[in-house]
Every structure is written in structure tokens, then in C-alpha cells.
T-cell receptor
Framework: ETGVTQTPRHLVMGMTNKKSLKCEQHLGHNAMYWYKQSAKKPLELMFVYSLEERVENNSVPSRFSPECPNSSHLFLHLHTLQPEDSALYLC?????????????FGEGSWLTVV | GQQVMQIPQYQHVQEGEDFTTYCNSSTTLSNIQWYKQRPGGHPVFLIQLVKSGEVKKQKRLTFQFGEAKKNSSLHITATQTTDVGTYFCAALSNDYKLSFGAGTTVTVRA
């Protein structure tokens, strides 16, 4: 139990589908993140939210659309993805954005685009 | 953001042996964190180092931060099968972005 819950754990979607990944943190944290982990690549930071405001968008394609309705929930809306978008998508949270904060990861959502 | 390089990328270890994985940066780091990801799992925080030359131990794991705060190492003694996984170092940039190294994937021969 990490305190960060992601659903679904596994998702297979076609390139024309629209789906969403959901993340909920029960730690009372103010910052939330989406990371992408592909085979043989370092963890890639996609989006950062602090107090529900997006503070980072690391040149992520527009087919990925984040939403943070409150400090406990984070969504990643997926639309017209490509097969190369297949990866493990990790949600994470931290107390805030100051230096030294530990990142707590969820268990991840395995995404396969067919 | 900060770039951290990890070596080796893969480490195959005989059970009971020791090994070390390294994390290097071209710039001075404010701090460094280490995470472990078991196969099929998610990264889990292990430790954070802040001070120059700092050494911290967790049972068979010894973490060290270089004097110049540009490198760090993780040394595991008497490797066990439970040590299998990928070990990541991560460094905070001068704002808030945590940049992860590519990781060292450890396999253990029984």
C-alpha cells in the first residue's frame, strides 16, 4: 500500500479510442506527477501539478491531456495514441515542490496501444 | 534539468557477492535520492543524501554522496535474491524536477 492508487492497472486501447488513467493519493500531498516508463528508457517526467495548478509540461504530445480537479486526484486523458505510447504510466505525489521531498509512486498503469 | 548517469546498466551478481552501482553528474547536486523498483513493481524510495561525503547504511546497503556532490554510489554486500530489481538514483534540479538516472538492473545467480 503506497498511498497512491492508480486505476486501471492494465489498459489495452486502440489508436482511435479515448480512455483515461486515474490516480488518487491518500497522503495529503500537494504535488502530483505523471511519469512515463518505457523499456530501456529512464523515467520520463510528463506533468507536474502543485495545488491543482500545472507547473510543468515536458513537451508532451497533446494526445496526452492531464487533469487535476483537486489535490488528491489526477487524471491522464488519452486520445488517438500511437503504439510507441505503450508503456508503464506512473502517478506520484510529494508533499510539495520544495527540494528534498520524497516521491511516492503508485503501482502504475500498464498501457498497450494496438 | 539535471542529468544523472548511472553505471553499470546491468549487474549480474553471484549470490553472496558484493557489488556497487554508481551515479554521476556533471553538475553539483543539492541532494540525491535512491529508489528501487522490483520486477513488475513501481519505484520505491530508499534514501536521500544531502551532505557532502555523507554515508548512510540500511542493513547490507551503503549509500555514499561524493565530496564534490557530483556523484553517489550504492554498495550492496552479500547479495541476496531479494536484492533483484532496478536501482535508480534521482537528483533534484535547482527547482523541483526530479531527474532519474537510467537505472542499474540487478540480477542474482543463486
Amino acid at each position: 500500500e503506497t498511498g497512491v492508487t492508480q486505476t486501471p492497472r492494465h489498459l489495452v486501447m486502440g489508436m482511435t479510442n479515448k480512455k483515461s488513467l486515474k490516480c488518487e493519493q491518500h497522503l495529503g500531498h500537494n504535488a502530483m506527477y505523471w511519469y512515463k516508463q518505457s523499456a530501456k528508457k529512464p523515467l520520463e517526467l510528463m506533468f507536474v501539478y502543485s495545488l491543482e495548478e500545472r507547473v510543468e509540461n515536458n513537451s508532451v504530445p497533446s494526445r496526452f491531456s492531464p487533469e487535476c480537479p483537486n489535490s488528491s486526484h489526477l487524471f491522464l486523458h488519452l486520445h488517438t495514441l500511437q503504439p510507441e505510447d505503450s508503456a508503464l504510466y506512473l502517478c506520484a505525489s510529494s508533499q510539495d515542490l520544495t527540494s528534498g521531498n520524497t516521491i511516492y509512486f503508485g503501482e502504475g498503469s500498464w498501457l498497450t496501444v494496438v | 534539468g539535471q542529468q544523472v548517469m548511472q553505471i553499470p546498466q546491468y549487474q549480474h551478481v553471484q549470490e553472496g557477492e558484493d557489488f556497487t552501482t554508481y551515479c554521476n553528474s556533471s553538475t553539483t547536486l543539492s541532494n540525491i535520492q535512491w529508489y528501487k523498483q522490483r520486477p513488475g513493481g513501481h519505484p520505491v524510495f530508499l534514501i536521500q543524501l544531502v551532505k557532502s561525503g555523507e554515508v548512510k547504511k540500511q542493513k547490507r546497503l551503503t549509500f555514499q554522496f561524493g565530496e564534490a556532490k557530483k556523484n553517489s554510489s550504492l554498495h550492496i554486500t552479500a547479495t541476496q535474491t531479494t536484492d533483484v530489481g532496478t536501482y535508480f538514483c534521482a537528483a533534484l534540479s535547482n527547482d523541483y524536477k526530479l531527474s532519474f538516472g537510467a537505472g542499474t538492473t540487478v540480477t542474482v545467480r543463486a
